[in-house]
């Protein structure tokens, strides 16, 4: 078996293309504000290109630029401000955040109706209880629009994830029991992991190893989602060896071209659901 490619870069240009064709529907472009504190390169590449990709589809992009050694009570300012304008409709904060700054805090000053990437304590809680209110973070949405394009019914299928962190593992795991799959989340103390994996249908990478998921892994035809993204020698690679598993999986994500584009497709398509909420618009 050759593993067939799910070509996140594609899915989500098509996605980004509808997302376009919807705001030239609305009275007024959607706003998304970013805030990033420091100079991190790889903060500042992934803020560049949310800001294309908001222009782009046709939102207006707020760029918040702060000096490293910004004051708590500075940052906690502008987002009251930014959660008060009206014509702002989400907010994100680029993490990491400087070591002086409470991260917790921040994010829970961010107002959850416009916390379009899901990292309130709120939208966290309401995605737990799968109440469809809540915000879900853009990756774990990039991930499950991946799967849902090429699995039509995910009801009851066995999924493992590697790794447990808030913006990648857990919400991916409360997501995908909200779509009846049968979730298993494996992480850095758990033993034998690929006794797991190679049981799954679906085996999903979030743990930052490089290349770590081998095809010995694999159960035949599982889909294999990467999350990762690890540098080897100055070249990008995912947490899934993809060349060894090619022979063994149904589908598998590439790095680059897999997770990475269409978590920022999801950023957008949030920002978009939240104009609509704010706005008293039901979705169709
Ligand atoms: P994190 O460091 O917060 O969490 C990593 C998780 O992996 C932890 O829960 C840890 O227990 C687990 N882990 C670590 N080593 C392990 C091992 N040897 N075996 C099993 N589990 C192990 O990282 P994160 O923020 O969740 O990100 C994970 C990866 O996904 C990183 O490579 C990151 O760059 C990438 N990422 C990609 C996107 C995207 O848009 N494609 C978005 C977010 C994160």
Redesign the pocket.
């Known amino acids: 078996m050759t593993a067939k490619i799910i070509d996140g870069k594609n899915l989500s240009v098509q996605i980004k293309a509808e997302i376009a064709s919807k705001i030239t529907a609305l009275d007024k472009a959607p706003c998304l504000a970013v805030i990033l504190v420091g100079n991190d390169e790889a903060s500042l590449v992934y803020d560049r290109n949310k800001q294309k990709a908001a222009q782009t589809v046709g939102m207006d992009c707020e760029f918040y630029h702060l000096e490293e050694q910004t004051k708590e009570q500075e940052l906690l300012d502008l987002i009251s401000r930014l959660n008060n304008d009206s014509h702002v409709n989400g907010i994100i904060v680029q993490l990491p955040l400087p070591k002086h700054l409470d991260t917790k805090k921040i994010l829970e000053a961010v107002a959850p109706k416009k916390d379009v990437d899901g990292f309130n304590p709120v939208n966290a809680g309401r995605l737990q209880s799968k109440d469809s209110e809540a915000f879900v973070s853009a ?1 774990p949405r ?1 991930v499950l629009f991946m799967l849902q394009s090429v699995c039509s019914d995910l009801s009851g299928k066995n999924v493992v994830i ?4 808030n ?3 857990r919400p991916l795991a409360s997501l995908l029991l909200n779509h009846d799959c049968t979730v298993t989340v ?5 033993k034998n ?1 690929q006794d797991f994996t190679k049981n799954a249908d679906i085996v999903i990478a ?4 490089p290349k ?1 998921v081998k095809k010995e892994w694999i159960k035949d035809g599982a889909i294999v989602i990467d ?4 540098r080897i020698d100055g070249k990008l690679c995912g ?1 899934v060896d993809f060349e060894d598993v090619l022979s063994v999986a149904g589908y598998v994500t590439p790095v680059p071209g ?3 584009p269409m ?1 920022i497709a999801m950023l957008l398509e949030n920002t978009y659901d939240a104009y609509l909420k704010q706005n008293g618009i039901v979705k169709k």
Not at 162 to 165: A, D, Q
Not at 186 to 190: G, L, P
Not at 206 to 209: E, I, P
């Open positions: 990756t990039g590697i790794g447990r962190s913006i990648v593992g494996t992480h850095s103390k758990t992991i979030a743990c930052g190893c770590m999350v990762g993204i690890n947490d897999g997770v990475g978590t």
